[in-house]
């Protein structure tokens, strides 16, 4: 069965960087491109960024290009989102997702939530 | 981006009725297009892929259609787990997008 389990969520003071974590199980990990999607308190779902299965080739929404980085270690079956610059709006429950032989986000993990107020 | 444009915001209709929800895109996003429903507190369920296949289980009074710029999800007899929110997405372009989403509600 495939699991995917997001951890790092906290309270963050704006202007400050948190690291987001999301452990894989129950498939080859290695395989499959990585993504987060991210939903505001009441609001809708906004895809955030995507990385390939190896790593080399990764995908952001405009209005977190530079500030998020996105990345995996496959070695640990883990995926990760590294946020700096954290502005209120960045207020979140962050997801993350892949696909299955659909090639559309068939597995998504419980979220984890980022509280970015001082 | 490609922006995607989900209508009615809100739908209200009672069980056995037919649901019809749209979504336009600003460009063209061939049959690359998918449909989720949400519902509180859980994370988002594929229902629709590449405009009109339906995902592993879905039942069968779900449904997909269009192709290019506008899409349709159908429910043809509405029960009362599904009443939700569904929104569309597409993987045509990066970055992917979703639409704002549309509430289905017990009228």
């Known amino acids: 069965e495939v699991q995917l389990l997001e951890s790092g969520g906290a309270l963050v003071q704006p202007g400050g960087s948190l690291r987001l974590s999301c452990a894989a199980s129950?498939?080859?990990?290695?395989?499959?491109?990585m993504s987060w999607v991210r939903q505001a308190p009441g609001k809708g779902l906004e895809w955030v960024s995507a990385?390939?299965?190896?790593?080399?080739?990764?995908y952001y929404a405009d209005s977190m290009r530079g500030r998020f980085t996105i990345s995996r270690d496959n070695s640990k079956n883990t995926l990760y989102l590294h946020m700096d610059s954290l502005r209120a709006e960045d207020t979140a429950i962050y997801y993350c997702?892949?696909?299955?032989?659909?090639?559309?986000?068939?597995?998504w993990g419980q979220g984890t939530l980022v509280t970015v107020s001082s | 981006e490609v922006v995607l444009t989900q209508s009615p915001a809100t739908l209200s209709l009672s069980p056995g009725e037919r649901a019809t929800l749209s979504c336009r895109a600003s460009?063209?996003?061939?049959?690359?297009l998918a449909w989720f429903q949400q519902k509180p507190g859980q994370a988002p369920r594929l229902l629709i892929y590449?405009?009109?296949n339906r995902a592993t289980g879905i039942p069968a009074r779900f449904s997909g259609s269009g192709s290019g710029t506008d899409f349709t999800l159908t429910i043809s007899s509405l029960k009362p787990e599904d009443f939700a929110v569904y929104y569309c997405?597409?993987?045509?372009?990066?970055?992917?997008?979703f639409g704002q989403g549309t509430k289905l509600e017990i009228k």
């Open positions: 590449d405009a009109s």
């Open positions: 990385i390939s299965t190896s790593g080399h080739s990764t």
């Open positions: 997702a892949t696909k299955d032989s659909t090639n559309y986000y068939y597995h």
């Open positions: 997405q597409q993987r045509s372009n990066w970055p992917y997008t």
């Open positions: 129950g498939f080859t990990f290695s395989n499959y491109d």
């Open positions: 460009q063209s996003v061939s049959g690359s």
